[in-house]
Each structure stands twice: as structure tokens, then as C-alpha cells.
């Protein structure tokens, strides 16, 4: 592709912060808005299917490996527009927090935890201590249908980690939020408090943050706590011991070890409790 950097049998496991994962055949990694379009136009006329990533940090990759993956995670830039901050696809939450910071904009201090990029936080409706991305988008970017449009907000919806962009399976290029002002030393404080609680809460090691949702506001660490599962383990993927909602990656733990654990953990709980738990993080390819 013209330009455009593709690495041919990527090693999957650079790509997912679970660790896992086989090859990518082809791996395109464009850097800016255009080269995504172009690289979309190129796939689509080749009739060729393709997977989209950000930062990996929600997503588990097939050991057997997958086709076409296009990763933005460096389509980057923000701009801070009076209280509005413009963001391309591939900033991570930390970044944009930190453009906010500067300028006194409050609203995405307890986001800014989370390890993914504004395209996946926007696919994922992710949030935390309460706050969602969803609720501070005014328009977003994207590319569908071989056309870039703009969705304004009277046409954009975001649910419990669901939203638009998953359901139309859009290509988020860039996302305007709109923020407010605030004294910057609060901003830095609550941040800060949001980290330590994170920290504290946690694992350090390699994960795809919670395999499940929460179920009717029960988060599923309850259930899978209240049967003792910490610690449970299938090959190198282990229940973290400090946080029951997290699966980790123990040391050369597959992404078939990962599908196998989160299975058995369902079973339990639907056994225990009749419970569905139902998985927030996304697989690409078969496992
Ligand atoms: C340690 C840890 C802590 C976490 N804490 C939280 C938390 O507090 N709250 C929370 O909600 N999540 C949390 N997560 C999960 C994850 O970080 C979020 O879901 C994050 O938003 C995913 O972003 P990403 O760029 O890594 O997405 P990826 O995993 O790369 O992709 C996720 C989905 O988004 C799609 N996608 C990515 N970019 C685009 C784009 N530009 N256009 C269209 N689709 C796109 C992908 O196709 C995929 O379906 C945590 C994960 C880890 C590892």
C-alpha cells in the first residue's frame, strides 16, 4: 500500500494486552485520517475483510491467527477549541485527559485510567467511577460506507459498554467532547484519586481489564468472588488474586487458556447463581 506502513505476519501478541494471540497476516498501521480512508478503500475493493484495533486492551486475538487487522492506534492530534476538545481515534484517554488538564477542562479525570484509545473508549462506552465517555461526545467522525460523515449528538447513542459505534460497526477517525471548566489543581486532585483507587484495586499483571459486564448493577467480581474463583486458572490465565473481575496472564498464558478460564467462570456462576454473565471484552479471530 502507497505509503501506508503494513507489517506481513505481525506477531499478535504486540497487539493485545493480554499478551496472546498469533499472527496477523497483514497488519496495516496507517497514521493519519487519510491513510485510513485509503486503506478502507483499498480493503473494501479487494472484497477483503478486516479487523480494527486501538490499543488492544479490550481485545483477545485468536492463537491461530487473523487476516487483516488495521490498528490506529497512532492516527493521533488533539485540539482544545474553547471548552471542546477534539480528538483523533488514536490518543489514549491518558493523552486527552492531559490536554484537558492543561487547559482546565474537567470531565474525563476518571477515564483517564483506562489504557485504551478514544476509538475503542467511544466502540466500548467504557467508563469508570461513574463517568462514561458517552456522556461528554457532541460529534463524532467516522467512516462508513466508503463515506466520511459527521454524527452529531442527536443521532449518536451510548449504553452500558455498548454503543452506535459498535452496533453500526462504524471507523471512528476522530470524536469532539465537550468538557467544563474547572480549576486545574482540583482536576490534577481528583485524577490522582481515581489512579490510587485503580492502583490499589488492580493487577499489574498483562489483562483485558473485566471479561464480563456487570449484571443488573452486580458486577460480576461479586459473583465470581463469592465462589471462591481467585486464583482458579486454566494453563497460564489465572483469576487475578487481587481483583476477581480481571482474568491475567500468569506467563505464557494462551488466548485459548483465557476462553477456556472465562467459560468455566460462566458456567459456575450460571450454576450458582443462574446468572448469565455476559463478556465485555471482544475476541477477533476463532478461539
Ligand atoms: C488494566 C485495564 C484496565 C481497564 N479498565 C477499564 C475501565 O475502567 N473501564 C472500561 O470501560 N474499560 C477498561 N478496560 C478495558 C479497555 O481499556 C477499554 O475497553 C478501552 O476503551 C479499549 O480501548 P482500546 O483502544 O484498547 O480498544 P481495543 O481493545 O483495541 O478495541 C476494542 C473495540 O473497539 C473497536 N475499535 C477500536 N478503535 C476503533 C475505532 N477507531 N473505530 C471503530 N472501532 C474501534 C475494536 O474493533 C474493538 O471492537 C481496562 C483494560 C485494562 C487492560
Known sequence: MDGIKVIENADGKRYSSFLSGGKIKKLYLPENENEVVRAVEYLTE?????????NGTNTLISDDGVGNVMCLKRV??????????VGRCGETMKSLFRAAERNGLSGLEELSGIPGTLGGALT??????????GDYVTEITVLHGGIVQKIQKSDLWFSYRDS???????????????LKRKDKNLIAARAKECETIRRAAQPDSPSLGSTFKKHDLVSAAY????????????????????????????????????????????????????????????IIGNI
Open 46 to 54: 479487494k472484497n477483503e475483510k478486516f479487523f480494527i484495533l486501538g
Open 164 to 178: 452506535v459505534v459498535k452496533k453500526k460497526g462504524y471507523v471512528v477517525l476522530s470524536a469532539t467532547l465537550r
Open 124 to 133: 466500548m462506552n467504557a467508563g469508570a467511577f461513574g463517568a462514561e465517555i
Open 76 to 85: 493521533k492530534g488533539i485540539e482544545v477549541r474553547g471548552a471542546e476538545i
Open 223 to 282: 459473583y465470581i468472588d463469592a465462589l471462591n474463583l481467585k486464583g482458579f486458572s486454566e494453563g497460564g490465565a489465572k483469576v487475578s488474586e487481587k481483583h476477581a473481575g480481571f482474568i491475567i496472564n500468569s506467563g505464557g498464558a494462551t488466548s485459548r487458556d483465557y476462553k477456556i478460564l472465562s467459560d468455566a467462570i460462566s458456567d459456575k456462576v450460571k450454576c450458582a447463581f443462574g446468572v448469565s454473565l455476559e463478556r465485555e471484552i471482544e
